[in-house]
Nanobody
Framework: QVQLVESGGGLVQAGGSLRLSCAAS????????MGWFRQAPGKEREFVAA????????YYADSVKGRSTISRDNAKNTMYLQMNSLKPEDTGVYYC?????????WGQGTQVTVSS
């Protein structure tokens, strides 16, 4: 069973930065492909970023490319999303996910609010 717990969300002014963390359980963390989605009020959940098992390959939505960096520390069973130059449209609940054993697993989400 994979359990994911996000943290690091909060209220920040436009132009500010946040670093989200996703701590995962499981003995095979280093084998998971992982990533982030977000959901703004009244909108569908959308892809933000993804990272492969080794961290050697990363992928970003156009909306965050150049402003965000996804990374992972397999020794700490933790994935990160560093977000800079935040905009009000980045507001939403951020969910981390992991792909393991042919199944996807999700965290409970962390709220990010960017004020203008």
């Amino acid at each position: 069973q994979v359990q994911l717990v996000e943290s690091g969300g909060g209220l920040v002014q436009a132009g500010g930065s946040l670093r989200l963390s996703c701590a995962a359980s499981g003995r095979t963390f280093s084998s998971y492909s992982m990533g982030w989605f977000r959901q703004a009020p009244g909108k569908e959940r959308e892809f933000v970023a993804a990272i492969n098992w080794s961290g050697g390959n990363t992928y970003y939505a156009d909306s965050v490319k150049g402003r965000s960096t996804i990374s992972r520390d397999n020794a700490k069973n933790t994935m990160y999303l560093q977000m800079n130059s935040l905009k009000p449209e980045d507001t939403g609940v951020y969910y981390c996910y992991a792909l393991s054993g042919g199944s996807d697993h999700w965290g409970q989400g962390t709220q990010v609010t960017v004020s203008s």
